[in-house]
């Protein structure tokens, strides 16, 4: 058992938490905006396949990165056009969403590199002295800032006053529909980049459904979070230990790997039913400023 | 407008705002084809061919539309009650999960070990159905929250189950139950086709839903807490059990989708996610959420599953096209909202002008 709680354990998990991370600060500030995002794992797929297409095509990944974050934030575009400006259904837009970014890369895989189920190898981001990937600091460093802007900004304060009360918010001036757009584009770039840590950082290849369902449990963070930055970090953090856990204790063949990868789902449905009473999404979470 | 008018309209609206939804997905999904340079006329008529093209192809079509339509009714009966089940797939996996273990045991003659071994799929979906219900009505938990994670748990508990339960009849190095009982099978229909009985099974249970929401009080019920749930409460509809009820129905259909697919094409329960559930949502919407638009919105997406193999072999456009074009058909569906409000609110601008001339209108 003492094995098990390595050095080893500790980077892994810095290993797994960092997209979380990245995903969850995203599904965070849309959904204090007062738009629901269940496609973080839709812009994640597409953000980890932009991500190798481009450092295919240029050499370089941190072009790749850049790609991603923009394919990412053009994804996002789309939810934020159907859901503030055509008023479409959030959850049906997100599945639409959802759908497309897990369809996109499978149809293109073939087209750009004429295989099945994966892509080939491409050039990595740096890592710092050689273990942990250059994006994974810049992760945790995300969250006190995310938090110091919700906070102690105006625009992060007028963001959550959207998110509250649209209405309020509009009828004192506060452009709802102009934060609720940025804040829809920040969380897609941000789970492009959390893609693209896993494309080009984590591994040096996409293959179809690496996300693996992370985007879900970004969300599932936020929401065990009760909607606040070190919440949710906390929540990724626990999420993050769950899978590196998981990982050490597969490869010295001690427990099923699928009742400790179920944990994340089942620590949020438990915290869901009320056994954490003071769980609380924005009250204008879904509704509009203007009918 | 009389009666007999506004009815008229009222069926047709939806077929013709659904059909505009899916040809504007079909077109913008050729564009993408044209795009990634193929001949998407080329690649639809490939398509046709594949799904149509000869008697084991309909068959084809047909078993591929099975658990879509069945997946669409889980997704309608949900929705109606004003639920957005997105946990279809996990309540399809339960069940057919459940109906794999049961159908490998001796349950009797024909008939009744299929009943039994489809009752274990009714049942697991139903309780998978249910959880996400009663959480909604007893906390307040948003069902798309917890019908998502309740998707997960449901992939890794029948995951565990199949490599680490030795006392069930589980195969590990396959990833799947033992073979079902050929007595507890569901028929094959056509010779020399794959289609089997499950179809039927998907259109009794379209009728039936068809009685519960349009002829039964409780559909009556459902309706009027999806459409709205205060007046539900005023006029003493006790919400809460309502949508308990409509989820568990959910999940029972969903769970049929999950054994029909188990006793009717695999003969055993494979431990793959099978990603029925967002085509489900795709078929709910298409279909309105009307059982009889289900059929047809099923039979569509199964036409594009089935013929999406022909289209790669023969049009060279990967068949993972069919996502993209359930993404944009998604998408259509929910821009169309946004169309008929839009008519909705003129239609009240001029409603308002000509009723109240005298007093002008403001801006």
């Known amino acids: 058992m003492t094995d098990l709680f390595t050095v080893a354990l500790l980077t892994a998990t810095v290993r797994m938490t960092a997209p979380l991370l990245f995903a969850a600060m995203g599904g965070l500030l849309s959904e204090r905006s007062g738009i629901m995002n269940i496609a973080l794992e839709g812009f994640m797929l ?23 974050i923009v394919a990412g934030g053009a994804g996002a575009a789309i939810h934020a056009f159907w859901t503030i400006t055509l008023k479409a259904d959030q959850i049906v837009t997100g599945a639409a969403l959802t759908l497309l970014g897990a369809g996109i890369p499978a149809f293109l895989i073939k087209r750009i590199f004429d295989q099945t189920g994966g892509t080939p190898s491409v050039e990595r981001l740096p890592t710092l002295g050689g273990h942990m990937n250059i994006l994974a600091p810049v992760a945790f460093m995300l969250v006190p800032l995310v938090h110091y802007f919700l906070f102690y900004t105006k625009p992060g304060l007028r963001l959550m006053s959207a998110g509250e009360n649209p209405k309020a918010a ?77 990982l050490q204790a597969q490869a010295q063949g001690m427990f099923s790997k699928d009742l400790l990868s179920a944990l994340p789902y089942l620590v949020t449905l438990i915290a869901l039913t009320g056994v954490v009473r003071n769980l609380r999404s924005p009250a204008g979470l879904g509704k509009h400023a203007t009918d | 407008m009389s009666e007999r008018q506004s009815w008229w309209r009222g069926a047709i609206s939806p077929i013709v705002s659904s059909t505009i939804a899916v040809l504007a997905a079909l077109i913008v999904g050729g564009i993408v084809i044209a795009a990634t340079g193929s001949d998407p006329i080329e690649a639809y008529r490939a398509m046709f061919r594949g799904a149509f093209g000869s008697r084991r192809q309909i068959g084809e079509t047909l078993v591929s539309a099975t658990p879509l339509i069945l997946g669409g009714l889980a997704f309608a009966i949900a929705a109606r009650a004003g639920m957005f089940n997105i946990g279809i797939e996990g309540q399809l996996v339960m069940g057919a999960f459940a109906a794999g273990v049961i159908g490998t045991y001796d349950l009797g003659p024909r008939p009744v070990g299929l009943v039994i071994a489809l009752a274990a799929g009714v049942i697991a979906g139903g309780i998978w159905g249910m959880i996400p219900g009663l959480l909604k009505a007893f906390s307040g938990a948003h069902e798309v929250i917890t019908t998502i994670m309740l998707n997960y748990l449901a992939l890794r508990m029948v995951s565990y189950a199949v490599n680490n339960v030795d006392w069930l009849p589980v195969n590990p190095p396959l990833q799947a139950t033992d073979p079902v009982l050929p007595a507890n099978k569901l028929p094959i229909l056509l010779d020399g086709t794959r289609l089997h009985a499950g179809i039927i099974v998907a259109i ?5 839903l068809w009685w519960i929401l349009f002829r039964s009080v409780y559909g009556y019920k459902v309706r009027t807490v999806g459409l709205s749930p205060g007046a539900a409460k005023f006029s003493g509809i006790p919400w809460k059990r309502t949508i308990v009820i409509a989820m568990v129905l959910s999940g029972i259909f969903a769970g049929l989708g999950g054994a029909s697919e188990t006793l009717g094409l695999q003969g055993r329960f494979y431990n793959v996610s099978p990603g029925y559930g967002f085509t489900a949502i795709a078929v709910g919407l298409v279909g309105r959420n009307h059982p009889i638009g289900v059929i047809a919105a099923g039979l569509l997406f199964g036409v594009l599953r089935a013929g999406a193999t022909q289209m790669q072999n023969s049009a060279d456009v990967s068949k993972e096209i ?29 409603a308002a002008v000509s009723s109240a001339p005298e007093q002008g209108v403001e801006a």
């Open chain 1, 170 to 246: 509009e009828s004192v001036g506060i452009p709802v529909s102009l934060y609720r757009y940025c804040a829809v584009i920040a969380s897609g770039m941000l789970s492009g980049t959390a893609g693209a840590y896993l494309s080009i950082g984590d591994l040096s290849q996409f293959t179809i459904g690496m996300t693996q369902g992370r985007g879900y449990i970004a969300l599932a963070a936020v929401i065990f979070g009760n909607w606040s930055p070190f919440g949710a970090a906390a929540a990724a953090l626990l999420f993050g230990f769950a899978q590196a856990f998981n």
């Open chain 2, 322 to 350: 069919v996502q993209v074009l359930q993404g944009l058909v998604i998408l259509a569906v929910a821009a169309s909202a946004y169309v008929a409000m839009m008519r909705q609110r003129r239609a009240a601008a001029k």
């Open chain 2, 204 to 208: 009794v249970a379209a009728i039936v």
């Open chain 1, 46 to 68: 597409i953000g980890a396949f932009v991500a190798v297409v481009g450092t295919w095509y240029t050499g370089s990944p941190w072009f790749g990165l850049l790609c991603a």
